[in-house]
């Protein structure tokens, strides 16, 4: 739409005078021959680095969670537990937000973890937190760096304190899971709550390994840092005139809002958040730049999902087998606990 104002603008037209469907006319008609021209630039060199980048990025991903996994002694190896994260990288790139994809994970996990469904879903969750609360804390780090950028617009000042609003309510639920103190009482005047009571004990299993913790947090911190650096490697074939420290507080900003769960994987949301951050005061990119930096790395992403519908189309079968034989241990291990509770 900016860019379809722009063409307006340059054929004397008042683009506020103007339908809302003679303005998407002209945004259809001018936008993308703009838009193909920047895709252009783009050297199949820079986008095969920022393609590894992206593959860093799941590596790493799968490796948090096998960590946290192992923690739980759930007894899937890494390789499993790659495979499965690449079933969740498919199922992200189309539904809702950027966390559709973590209930398969948890479909899948539960198969291969025997009578140990509840703990893998807590990893599951605790994977997800962990990782939304370290890029939520790097976006912090750089508020600093780039206070007169942010100050310099009054939707990025919106959008920052949005974000830590986000990275509180997520530290907040972390520290109550797992002290199990506020949520355990509540729990405790509610019947039929054994499930969730389960959970919140493999939440303080979890949190009994500090090291595991600091591992994972880590692996989180340098998984940021190649998220950083593939959108650097884009910017730069792009031509945009963009610093790393500036990418650094605006890509993971937008990564973190895009993920809830609001359009599938969260396309538009990503886009529009782009062109308005990157189109304001002291940056001014152009709209076509600014949204071919989204859709080149999204691209980037979506070829990893491609290699994960090969994973998924491999493991489909026998998973209900898995499921349902996990369910069966999964009650006996309940009988098991309430004979033990009776004595």
Known sequence: MEQGAKAALQMGSNWEELTRWEQWGIAWFYGPPVLWEVFRTISPWGFLFSLLCVGMTVVLGAWRWYLLLKAQHAGISFWRTFEIT?????????????????ILKAWYGMGDAKNQRTEVITTVIGDRLVGLLSMLFFTIIFILPNLELLLADKRRIILILFTMGMFFCCLIFLVMAGSRGLLSKILNYLPKMHKIERALEACDKMFRHRVVLAEVFLISMVLNVFCILQFFIIAYDLQISIRAIQLALIVPMIICISSLPITPSGLGVRENLYVIILGGPLLQIEPAQALALSLVAYMGYLCWSALGAFFYLLCRQGIHHKIEFASTQDRQSESSRKIESAK
């Open 86 to 102: 690449m079933i969740g990288q498919f199922f992200n790139s189309f539904l809702l937000g950027a966390t559709g994809g973590d």
